[in-house]
């Protein structure tokens, strides 16, 4: 089985820098998604990591260390249109041949002023 | 650019009603996927398919079924719609290997 973990809220100040952590428990580690979800709409790709190591997209980061069952979202330069749900989402491919991703319960990031 | 298509946003129904919630992709995705999402417990799966007429459990299977008679549909259905069925069900497709999913905007279930 797999265990995701990740905050269920945060808050940060627009301008500055947020890191969203996500722990994974899984056998068969076969990649890690990020996924962004604004109210009332469809989750969207951020990020895919299945190697260690940071992946930089711009203002958004994610880094994996597959190791430590460790990952998180860096968000630099915060605008108010990030605030939003943030999913992790893990595939393990000892859950069947198909690598289905299980998604942790979601960060909800809050962006004031 | 990839579009999942679900046919209603809104559906309101009455306890002990067959409901089917209709999926549509347009990128020829082997994959496709029902979740719910719900407050607190984020999405959960329900079904799956890697390809027509194929169908896997999901981790909530019970009291849905789901039906893939061509690669771009994808149904579910409430066999008899109970009020804990109410909830926001999204689908979702990918192509093979290690693609992301895509997503449907979702459609907000309420069981009467």
């Known amino acids: 089985g797999q265990n995701i973990d990740q905050p269920t809220e945060m808050t940060a100040t627009e301008g500055a820098i947020v890191q969203i952590n996500c722990t994974y428990q899984t056998s068969g580690f076969n990649g890690l998604f990020w996924y962004q979800q604004h109210a009332g709409e469809a989750p969207t790709f951020l990020s895919y990591n299945v190697l260690d190591g940071l992946e930089e997209k711009g203002r958004f980061s994610s880094f994996l260390s597959r190791s430590k069952g460790y990952s998180y979202l860096l968000l630099k330069e915060l605008q108010m249109k990030d605030s939003a749900s943030y999913l992790c989402a893990v595939r393990d491919s000892s859950r069947g041949g198909s690598y289905i991703p299980t998604f942790g319960r979601g960060t909800s990031l809050i962006v004031h002023p | 650019d990839v579009k999942v298509t679900q046919s209603s946003r809104y559906l309101v129904k009455r306890t002990g009603e067959k409901v089917f919630l209709e999926c549509v992709q347009d990128?020829?995705?082997?994959?496709m996927f029902w979740y719910r999402q719900d407050p607190g417990l984020g999405l959960r799966l329900i079904y799956f398919?890697?390809?027509?007429?194929?169908?896997e459990k999901g981790d909530i299977p019970e009291g849905y079924s789901v039906s893939r008679e061509k690669k771009e549909r994808f149904s579910l259905i409430l066999e008899s719609a109970s009020t804990n069925q109410t909830s926001m069900y999204l689908c979702?497709?990918?192509?093979?290997?290690?693609?992301?999913?895509?997503f449907g905007d979702g459609t907000r279930l309420s069981i009467l």
């Open positions: 979702a497709s990918s192509p093979g290997g290690v693609q992301p999913q895509h």
């Open positions: 398919s890697y390809d027509v007429k194929m169908k």
């Open positions: 990128m020829d995705h082997e994959n």
